[in-house]
């Protein structure tokens, strides 16, 4: 239990079927592929971390398959002998050898916290500083259905108590059509339930221009990321100009993009994901130089399975600016729970375990089920 040098490390591509498609704006997926990375300690604690891209590589280059191949290859030997809790060192380390890849790395960084986590008895988030909260909202991810059967979706989770707002992909249709679709369940559920929406960086300054004023007039109360990740000047143009919050979320990636939005005024909110940064160490100080600038952080998702909802979750309650709520969601879309116990969503909200590491076991039986071969 003691000895805390990592002996071992492996990795294991499982596909989770999803209850249904779910659908970007470049791409949709019927099922989700995640990267399970297992950290093992001479002293037989064992830590699980999740490497997972929402629906392949189209958001940020990476996929579970170049994951394993960085993993296995390139991250493996640095971590071999050393100690679980010479985090900092370690991802140094890995950053000499290995640029960018920051899935690959959160997937990896996550594993170590689990490892340490278990053998000093506690949960994660005592290593992250303690619980700034216990719970975090939950928005709920609306299909790209007509309009009349999604706003029926959408009031039957709000009767059932389940989420209270809603988040609509946008993007992967011709703009006037889209915004038309998205003004209609907007308008449908203005007064009693709150409408995001996320273009995935699929607009142009002129369409952005041209359509957003449109949905902020149809009560749409915030826009992500509307135009492509580096055009920063952009997305402080349109926050500017615009009555609601614009969230960056593929300018976002590192504590140093994180400085540049604030100091640019360029998002009103940070999605700040535990995949997309880096890990969770990257996501607490982008949510503090978030709060340092007086801009709220959104628990954002890649559609994790439980255990990277786990730790996403972990970050989500531990970091003080994280006030915007959350989209940790992921398992709610699929079809296995793959987990011993499954986590506690009730009243809107995902609860934090208590338990040591990320909280969560995963379930052999279902790893097996679904592990590729
Ligand atoms: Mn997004």
């Known amino acids: 239990m003691n000895d805390l040098r990592i002996d071992r490390v492996e990795t294991v591509v499982a596909d989770i079927p999803l209850r249904r498609p779910h659908r970007f704006a470049r791409a949709a997926m019927a099922a989700q592929p995640v990267l399970y990375v297992f950290v093992r300690t001479a002293g037989g604690v064992t830590g699980t971390g999740e490497g997972v891209v929402p629906a392949g590589p189209w958001w940020g280059g990476e996929s579970v398959e170049t994951m394993q191949v960085i993993i296995d290859r390139y991250v493996a ?3 071999l002998g050393r100690r679980v809790d010479d985090l900092h060192a370690i991802r140094r380390d890995i950053d000499d050898v290995v640029a960018a890849n920051l899935f690959a790395k959160a997937a990896v960084e996550v594993a170590l916290h689990d490892a340490w986590a278990r053998a000093l008895g506690v949960p994660v988030h005592t290593l992250l500083g303690g619980l700034a909260r216990t719970s975090v909202p939950v928005t709920w991810a609306l299909g790209t259905e007509p309009a009349p059967v999604v706003v029926e979706e959408a009031l039957g989770k709000l009767d059932a108590g389940l989420h209270h707002s809603f988040k609509l992909k946008m993007g992967a249709h011709d703009p006037s059509a889209d915004v038309a679709r998205v003004c209609a369940i907007a308008e449908k559920l203005s007064g009693v339930a709150g409408v995001r929406v996320d273009l995935n960086a699929r607009w142009d300054r002129l369409t952005a221009l041209t359509h957003l004023p449109k949905l902020a007039d149809a009560g749409v109360e915030l826009v992500e990321q509307p135009v ?16 609601i919050p614009v969230m960056a979320d593929e300018s976002l990636r590192t504590p140093a993009d994180a400085l540049r939005l604030a100091s640019r005024r360029a998002a009103d909110v940070f999605a700040v994901k535990t995949t997309k940064c880096g890990g969770l160490q990257a996501s607490m100080e982008i949510a503090a130089i978030g709060a340092a600038a007086g801009i709220p952080s959104h628990g954002a998702t890649s559609i994790e399975s439980p255990i990277g909802t786990a730790a996403s979750l972990q970050f989500a309650c ?5 006030t915007w709520g959350s989209e940790l969601f992921g398992p709610l879309l699929m079809a296995e729970e793959m987990l011993v116990e499954p986590l506690h969503y009730a009243d809107g909200h995902l609860h934090v375990p208590s338990g040591p590491g990320l909280g969560v076991e995963l379930d052999p039986a279902q790893l097996r089920a679904f592990r590729r071969d």
């Not at 492509?228 to 009555?243: C, F, H, K, S, W």
Request: aromatic share 0%.
């Open 77 to 79: 030997p640095i971590l």
């Open 318 to 322: 531990a970091a003080p600016g994280v």
């Open 228 to 243: 492509p990740g580096d055009d920063v000047e952009t997305l402080a143009e349109l926050n500017a100009r615009l009555p």
